[in-house]
């Protein structure tokens, strides 16, 4: 069985930086993508960051480009968020998933797997 866990959120100031962490147990991690989504109160759950297996291929979504790096280390079955230059706007649960494909998506209906959610919250 496949288990998702992330792990790092907190509360922070606007402008201030964090970084997500998430593994995957329950399979061979580098085989397949990996993405971060998160949501918001009121709001649907939406696109943040993916990676491929290898990590050759990463996606953004537009509101996060230039401020987050999602990464991973497969030696360490470990993905990670690099959040930069944060914002209220990115005030939101967010969730780690994997695919059962290698290839990196950022429809959320193409993950099989998704984590329980770390909350960060970013005060003005």
């Known amino acids: 069985q496949v288990q998702v866990v992330e792990s790092g959120g907190g509360l922070v100031q606007a402008g201030d930086s964090l970084r997500l962490s998430c593994t995957a147990s329950?399979?061979?991690?580098?085989?397949?993508?990996m993405g971060w989504f998160r949501q918001a109160p009121g709001k649907e759950r939406e696109f943040v960051a993916a990676?491929?297996?290898?990590?050759?291929?990463?996606y953004y979504a537009d509101s996060v480009k230039g401020r987050f790096t999602i990464s991973r280390d497969n030696a360490k079955n470990m993905v990670y968020l690099q959040m930069n230059g944060l914002n209220s706007e990115d005030t939101a649960v967010y969730y780690c998933a994997t695919r059962r494909t290698g290839a990196a998506a950022t429809d959320r209906g193409l993950y099989d797997y998704w984590g329980q959610g770390t909350q960060v919250s970013v005060s003005s």
């Open positions: 990676i491929s297996y290898s990590g050759r291929n990463t």
């Open positions: 329950g399979r061979t991690f580098s085989n397949y993508a």
